[in-house]
């Protein structure tokens, strides 16, 4: 947990209307919504380090469920605790509730409106760049790095999916098993000297 913020008052209230916000006005799913964590904690607020958000976008994707609901939870665990999960996760929860509510609600009358097939498709392309934009983020953090494991991983990875169409669950799977490994010899290799 993070003590810088958690004694700073208004962080429960300002969790919620953060994820609240960027949940109800982001489309494209959690690959969106993760950007858009990182600008508003990591840049905007500095509650995170962007070396910390790194961890938390790899811990969202690789835990089962959504991953802008995976995101809220580790983002507000890591300020607040357990109210800080129930604040984000309700923000992130409520908007998508209430807008396929509706939706499903006047689902005829969409279903066959040119304006908002057209509008849907215009964002497809503006989520594919927001998409882009996450991925060279993360792979801006893991060249920084210079960690050649990591670089080799990353490489590995986007051939294997890429080229090989490999399913995307057994590259976390795999990649999940390096790094718990990795991270082993590593500390073993701390704890003798």
């Known amino acids: 947990m993070n003590r810088r913020t958690t004694n700073k008052p208004g962080v429960l209230k300002k969790l919620f ?15 969106v919504i993760i ?12 509650w995170i380090s962007e070396e910390e ?9 690789s835990s089962p469920g959504p991953i802008a609901v995976n995101g809220a939870i580790l983002v507000g665990y ?3 605790g ?13 908007p998508p509730f209430v807008i396929l509510t509706l939706i499903s609600a006047f689902y005829a009358a969409f279903k066959s409106n040119v304006i908002i097939k057209t509008l849907l ?4 392309t503006g989520v594919a ?3 882009m934009s996450v991925v060279f983020d993360m792979m801006t953090g893991v060249t920084k790095s210079k960690d050649p494991a990591l670089m080799i991983v990353m490489i590995a990875a986007f051939l294997a999916n890429f080229i090989f169409h490999i399913n995307v ?25």
């Open 129 to 131: 760049a927001v998409i």
């Open 17 to 31: 209307f953060s994820t609240f916000y960027l949940s109800a006005f982001t489309f494209g799913g959690g690959y």
């Open 82 to 94: 357990l109210p800080g999960v129930l604040m984000s996760v309700l923000g992130a929860v409520i």
């Open 53 to 61: 958000m790194l961890d938390l976008v790899a811990l969202a994707q």
């Open 78 to 80: 890591k300020l607040a």
């Open 121 to 124: 498709t215009g964002m497809k």
């Open 169 to 193: 669950v057994f590259i976390i799977l795999l990649s999940a098993a390096f790094g718990t490994v990795r991270t082993v010899l590593i500390q073993k290799n701390a704890d003798r000297n």
């Open 35 to 46: 950007t858009l964590l990182k600008q508003k904690f990591v840049d905007e607020l500095h």
